[in-house]
């Protein structure tokens, strides 16, 4: 009898310890908890993607709980710790930072990050093959840095200065720019690296890229997408075209993109979501997973302040 006692408060012990596996999910009953970096156009239609495929799927029977970080690392680390200590059964993490805070907080709650660039920048992975091995997937937001200095030539093939004003806390947006500079330079322009920290320091170095460039790119940059705003008030009475690395950023501030959609990447990742949870998947093997198709698109009041014109299979980014 003592024996079987023993071996009953191993099992117990063992399943608590379990951080993958949670009460909810025993009675059929799911709890998700979404991380979100900062409030922006293209994260808030990524996080609405997911929030409709899981709950297009599993209807009531899952519980969400959505949370903004207000563009703070320090406060993503904050609210995955209270998904780790409530026990959710999964984590979303929407942009790197609270991905790489997810990480940091569990390695035993499937965690699914979306808008994300490049997962082996973003979580340090070496040799990576596109499966992370470890408790972490998702989606990537990553267009065609190639194509994307293609349409640059295009549009601005008289131009001799691209400036690339990115944030310099942020992984992904360096790989980007690390990736890009040598496709604009292979087109015989001067590249000019200009960086910020945050939001307070964006329009002076805008302005500084303004006075040395002939026109801009912007990657899918978190910070720069919360600030497109500040950046369009300074480039755009400077004369000074941008080409964005996506959809809402190019709204903002710019004049072309090459664009995914991030309401669809979003809604992918909930796909994801759905298949661990109702159907066991192993967030370990699943691999990343990549936007299927890319548009041209045109700000349309931008292109006519400049007086650009832009060819025909270029979509008017709709206001």
Same mark, same amino acid.
């Given at each position: ?9 191993? @099992?117990? /012990?063992?399943? =608590? ?5 949670? &009460?909810? $999910? *025993?009675?059929? +009953?799911?709890? #998700? ?56 059964? @999964?984590? /979303?993490?929407? =942009? ?5 805070? &997810?990480? $940091? *907080?569990?390695? +035993?709650?499937? #965690? ?129 075209p941008i080409v964005c690395g996506e959809e ?41 997973e990549y936007a299927p198709q890319f548009v ?24």
């Amino acid at each position: 009898m003592k024996k079987t006692i023993a071996i009953l408060c191993t @099992l117990v /012990m063992l399943f =608590a310890a379990c951080g993958s596996v949670s &009460a909810f $999910a *025993a009675d059929g +009953q799911y709890s #998700v908890g979404i991380c979100q970096l900062v409030q922006h156009p293209a994260l808030d239609a990524a996080t609405q993607g997911f929030i409709d495929a899981l709950t297009e799927k599993l209807g009531d029977s899952v519980t969400i709980s959505n949370q903004n970080a207000a563009g703070d690392s320090a406060t993503c680390a904050t609210i995955v710790g209270t998904f780790v200590s409530d026990e959710v059964d @999964l984590i /979303m993490a929407n =942009a790197t930072p609270a991905l790489q805070a &997810a990480q $940091a *907080a569990t390695n +035993q709650i499937p #965690v699914l990050g979306t808008s994300i660039t490049e997962y082996g920048v973003a979580l340090d992975l070496d040799d990576f093959n596109g499966v992370t091995g470890i408790n972490v997937s998702g989606t990537s937001d990553l267009a065609p840095l190639d194509g994307q200095a293609d349409m640059l030539a295009e549009i601005f093939p008289d131009a001799k200065t691209v400036g690339i004003l990115y944030c310099s806390a942020e992984a992904n947006s360096k790989y980007q720019v690390e990736t890009i500079t040598p496709f604009l330079e292979e087109k015989g322009y001067k590249v000019n690296p200009y960086t910020f920290t945050d939001s307070n320091d964006v329009s002076a170095v805008t302005q500084n890229a303004c006075d040395d460039c002939d026109v801009l790119y912007i990657p899918t940059d978190n910070t720069a997408a919360s600030c497109a705003e500040a950046i369009n008030n300074v480039a755009l009475p400077a004369g000074i075209p941008i080409v964005c690395g996506e959809e809402n950023l190019c709204a903002g501030c710019g004049c072309v993109t090459l664009s995914i959609s991030y309401y669809d990447i979003g809604y992918a990742t909930g796909l994801m979501a759905y298949e661990i949870l109702a159907n066991g998947a192993d967030v370990s093997a699943m691999p990343i997973e990549y936007a299927p198709q890319f548009v041209k698109e045109y700000n349309a009041a931008n292109c006519e302040a400049l007086g650009i014109t832009v060819p025909e299979d270029y979509v008017a980014i709709e206001a």
